[in-house]
Nanobody, 115 residues
Framework: QVQLVESGGGLVRPGGSLRLSCAAS????????MGWYRRIPGMQRELVAA???????YYTDSVKDRFTISGDIANNAVYLQMNSLKPEDTAVYYC?????????WGQGLQVTVSS
């Protein structure tokens, strides 16, 4: 069973930075998109950032110019560099990788931004 393993979360003060990493436990063939979702307390899950196999990038408006997604499609690795973090970024972050038939998900990574 393929699992997505996430790392890099934790507690950070406002204005600080974190780098989230995600890697598949085994190779996923023909990945089309890789991305990060988050669930902020009291809100529905939202797509934060995504990258396609063709290099197309997406960011939700609230993180533009602060977060950067990067990755290696062939090796099933995706990263999210988060700078200038705000308390409203506090959430559980989920890695996702999608091929033609399946959506794969990480188990969730807590990010807490607090003084």
């Amino acid at each position: 069973q393929v699992q997505l393993v996430e790392s890099g979360g934790g507690l950070v003060r406002p204005g600080g930075s974190l780098r989230l990493s995600c890697a598949a436990s085994e190779r996923i063939d023909s990945v089309k998109t890789m991305g990060w979702y988050r669930r902020i307390p009291g809100m529905q899950r939202e797509l934060v950032a995504a990258i396609s196999s063709s290099g197309l990038l997406y960011y939700t408006d609230s993180v533009k110019d602060r977060f950067t997604i990067s990755g290696d499609i062939a090796n099933n690795a995706v990263y999210l560099q988060m700078n200038s973090l705000k308390p409203e970024d506090t959430a559980v972050y989920y890695c996702s990788q999608t091929d033609v038939d399946h959506d794969y998900w990480g188990q969730g990574l807590q990010v807490t931004v607090s003084s």
